[in-house]
C-alpha cells in the first residue's frame, strides 16, 4: 500500500491511533468509493504485465530489496491480501512497531514465531504461569525439535528471572527470552525493561559470518491480557510483542486471530517464515478484525472501569479470599513499580480465591447466570473458568500451587455489562460457596 494512504498528521498535530483505525492504509478510491475496505475474498490476483509479476515474487521470495518508492504488488493470498495489509497497517499505530504480521490464531503466533527464531540447541527461557496452550507448546512440543525450554516463575520477582537467565546464558545458547505479562491467570507482572537488560548483557557472540542482530537474545512478550491499549512492551526494549486478536483487539467472541509486531527486519523474517507454515490470516479474519479496531480503545476503556468496580467489591466480600489484580497495587507491593512503569490500567481481567477449593469454585461457577461459563476473554461479554481444570490443566497439580493456580482460584474477564449487574449475579453464585 502506498505511503500517501499512511497519513498520520493534520498540520503540526500528529492523530492518535483511535482517529487513525477509520482509515488509515486505505482510500475509498482504491474500491470504487467504498467508505469501508471490501472483503477481498480471492484466492489469487491478476498481473497486468509479466514483467510485474516477475518484479513482485523477485521482492516477496527475497530475491533483491524492495525499491524505496515501489509498492509490493499482489500475488496470492497466501503472501498478502489487501484486507490483512491495511489490518497489519493499523495493528501498527498502538505500539508504534514498524511492521505487524496476522495469523489465523494466537497459538499460530506464537508457534511460527518460536519457529522463526529458535534452532536445535538453542535455550528459550519464559515466565511461568503463561496461557495453557503456550506452555504446553515450550513444555512438550520444542523439545521435540532439539529446543530447550527453562522458566521462572513470576511470583519469584525479577531475581528469579536474572538467576534463571544467567545459569542459561552459562549453558548454552539463549535464544530467546519469552514474558507473558500480566500472567495467566494470576496477574503477577514481570519487568520488560530488566528482561531487555538482561537479554543484552547475555546475547552471545555471533557465529562467523552471522551479524551482532541474528545472534542476540530476543525478548518476546504476550500482551494479550492488557491488549496495546494499555501496555506497550515494544517502548520498553521488547524485540517483538505478541496478541491472541481473538481477546480484546477482536473483543466480540466471533474471530480467531494473532499478531506477532516489531522492527521490519524482524517481522520481515517472521513472514517468511507464514508464508511457508501457511499460518496467516484470510481477508474476512481480517475484515472483522479491522471492524473491531475502531472501538477498541471504547471498549476496553469500559471493561477496565467495570474491573476495578468489581474488584474492589470482591475485595470486602466475606465468600472472597484474595483477589489478584493489578490495580489493587500499593507503594510497597513487590509489583507496585513493575506497574506504575510498564502499566497505563489496570486492565479488565482479575481473578479471585473462594475458599472451599474446586468444590466451591465449581458451585460458584455452576451457579453464574448473566456471567458465562467458558475460556477466553476480552470479550464485550463477561467470561469466568476454572484455571486449574481448564485452561492450564495440563499443568501439574504441584506447579500449579507453585505459580498461584490454586483449587479454588477462578478468572474473570470482566465484559462491558452494567457493573451493578455484574455485581448482582457474582453475589448469587458466591452465595453457593
Known amino acids: 500500500m502506498s505511503e500517501r494512504y499512511r497519513v498520520r498528521s493534520i498540520g503540526d498535530r500528529d492523530l492518535r ?4 483505525m477509520m482509515s488509515y492504509g486505505y482510500s475509498p478510491a482504491l474500491s ?17 504485465s509479466a514483467e510485474d509479476g ?17 509498492d509490493l504488488g ?42 522463526t527464531f529458535l534452532r536445535p540447541g538453542s535455550i528459550l527461557l519464559f515466565s511461568e504461569p503463561v496461557y495453557g496452550g ?26 528469579a528471572m536474572e538467576h534463571a537467565a544467567r545459569q542459561a546464558a552459562a549453558d548454552g545458547r539463549l535464544a530467546m527470552i519469552y514474558l507473558e505479562t500480566p500472567a495467566n491467570p494470576t496477574n503477577r507482572l514481570v519487568d520488560i525493561e530488566a528482561a531487555v537488560a538482561l537479554a543484552r548483557e547475555l546475547s552471545p557472540l555471533p557465529e562467523e559470518g552471522a551479524s551482532e542482530e541474528d545472534a542476540k537474545t530476543l525478548v518476546v512478550v504476550d500482551n494479550t491480557f492488557l491488549g496495546p491499549v494499555f501496555q506497550h512492551p515494544l517502548a520498553h526494549g521488547a524485540d517483538l510483542v505478541l496478541y491472541s486478536l481473538t481477546k480484546y483487539v477482536g473483543g466480540h467472541s466471533d474471530v480467531i486471530a494473532g499478531a506477532c509486531l516489531g522492527s521490519r527486519a524482524l517481522i520481515k523474517r517472521v513472514k517468511g517464515s507464514r508464508t511457508f507454515f501457511g499460518s496467516m490470516a484470510g481477508p474476512w479474519t481480517g475484515w472483522l ?51 506504575r512503569r510498564q502499566c497505563r490500567s489496570g486492565g479488565g481481567m482479575l481473578s479471585f480465591e473462594v475458599p472451599g477449593g474446586e468444590a466451591a469454585a465449581f458451585r460458584f461457577l455452576n451457579r453464574l447466570g448473566l456471567v458465562k461459563l467458558a475460556v477466553s476473554l ?8 476454572h484455571p486449574a481444570t481448564m485452561t492450564h490443566a ?27 449487574d455484574l455485581m448482582a449475579d457474582l453475589d448469587r453464585a458466591l452465595g453457593e460457596v
Open 134 to 159: 503456550t506452555q504446553h507448546f515450550f513444555r512438550s512440543i520444542l523439545p521435540e525439535f532439539g529446543i530447550e525450554t527453562r522458566s521462572f516463575r513470576a511470583t519469584e520477582g525479577t531475581g
Open 54 to 70: 516477475k518484479a513482485f515474487f523477485e521482492v516477496a521470495y527475497g530475491l533483491r530489496e524492495q525499491g524505496a518508492d515501489e
Open 378 to 385: 476480552g470479550g464485550t461479554e463477561s467470561l469466568a473458568e
Open 17 to 20: 491511533p483511535e482517529s487513525l
Open 289 to 339: 478484525l479491522m471492524r473491531s479496531l475502531e472501538t477498541l480503545k471504547l471498549r476496553m476503556e469500559a471493561q477496565a472501569a467495570n474491573a476495578s468496580l468489581l474488584a474492589d467489591w470482591l475485595r470486602d466480600h466475606p465468600k472472597v479470599e484474595r483477589v489478584c489484580y493489578p490495580g489493587h497495587l500499593e507503594p510497597g507491593d513487590e509489583d507496585y513499580e513493575i506497574f
Open 32 to 48: 470504487e468509493g467504498a467508505l469501508k475496505s471490501p472483503i477481498f475474498q480471492t484466492s489469487t490476483f491478476v498481473f497486468e
Open 394 to 420: 495440563d499443568i501439574p497439580p504441584g506447579e500449579q500451587l507453585a505459580m498461584g493456580i490454586t483449587p479454588g482460584l477462578v478468572r474473570l474477564s470482566v465484559g462491558v455489562e452494567d457493573a451493578g
Open 74 to 115: 499482489l500475488i496470492y493470498s497466501r503472501l498478502n491480501n489487501p484486507d490483512l495489509e491495511i489490518l497489519e497497517d493499523r495493528l501498527t499505530l498502538w505500539d508504534q512497531a514498524e511492521a505487524a504480521a496476522v495469523f489465523e490464531s494466537g497459538m499460530a503466533s506464537i508457534a511460527t514465531t518460536a519457529m
